[in-house]
T-cell receptor
Framework: NAGVTQTPKFQVLKTGQSMTLQCAQD?????MYWYRQDPGMGLRLIYY???????DKGEVPNGYNVSRLNKREFSLRLESAAPSQTSVYFC???????????FGEGSRLTVL | EDQVTQSPEALRLQEGESSSLNCSYT??????LFWYRQDPGKGPEFLFT???AGEEKEKERLKATLTKKESFLHITAPKPEDSATYLC???????????FGSGTQLTVLP
């Protein structure tokens, strides 16, 4: 049982390049989330999807777009990467509205 | 604006030396207070949910408690394998998302 799977695990980009982070869960969860984690700061919500076909902005959505491709998959896209987007990105899922989240292992992104 | 503050930022304990981690919160209409454990290079792992003041939850050497302003994670007779960063998060009544604290990095020395 894989849980929440994120790809890639590591990525280095140059300023202005674009990329997509992929996330898939196999727990039949309705809700999925993208967070970023920076040193000295708590996890901050970028976007979330309460159910297939819906997405909503979180605390720090600027510079990102998301797609809820189906119930299993939720992708995060950086259209024009900036150094300020250097971070560790976590995807998470849960069955409903509970805060008992299941997290992936993270995607470490560096923007030069 | 919701706020969650954890202290201390880092804590070093000898094996067997009990202590507590603090989580102060200002979350409108608190729906739930959550504790997570995060190992280096890994995603957070859920530990506990607390819903109302006075509630306590236990798991092995960990016990979480909740008041109207704070939550504590008590660690009794810790072992080196308890070394990790512990995160707390609050969820307001009307929202789906969590507000996370920045964590306490716990190191337990053998």
């Amino acid at each position: 049982n894989a849980g929440v799977t994120q790809t890639p695990k590591f990525q280095v980009l140059k300023t202005g390049q674009s990329m997509t982070l992929q996330c898939a869960q196999d727990m039949n969860h309705n809700s999925m989330y993208w967070y970023r984690q920076d040193p000295g700061m708590g996890l901050r919500l970028i976007y979330y999807s309460a159910s297939e076909g819906t997405t909503d902005k979180g605390e720090v959505p600027n510079g990102y777009n998301v797609s809820r491709l189906n119930k299993r998959e939720f992708s995060l896209r950086l259209e024009s990467a900036a150094p300020s987007q250097t971070s560790v990105y976590f995807c998470a899922s849960t069955a409903g509205e509970t805060g008992e989240l299941f997290f992936g292992e993270g995607s470490r992104l560096t923007v030069l | 604006e919701d706020q969650v503050t954890q202290s201390p930022e880092a804590l070093r304990l000898q094996e067997g030396e009990s202590s507590s981690l603090n989580c102060s919160y200002t979350v409108s209409g608190l729906r739930g207070l959550f504790w997570y454990r995060q190992d280096p290079g890994k995603g957070p792992e859920f530990l506990f949910t607390l819903y109302s003041a006075g509630e306590e939850k236990e798991k092995e050497r960990l016990k979480a408690t909740l008041t109207k302003k704070e939550s504590f994670l008590h660690i009794t007779a810790p072992k080196p394998e308890d070394s990790a960063t512990y995160l707390c998060a609050g969820q307001r009544g009307s929202a789906r998302q969590l507000t996370f604290g920045s964590g306490t990095q716990l190191t337990v020395l053998p």
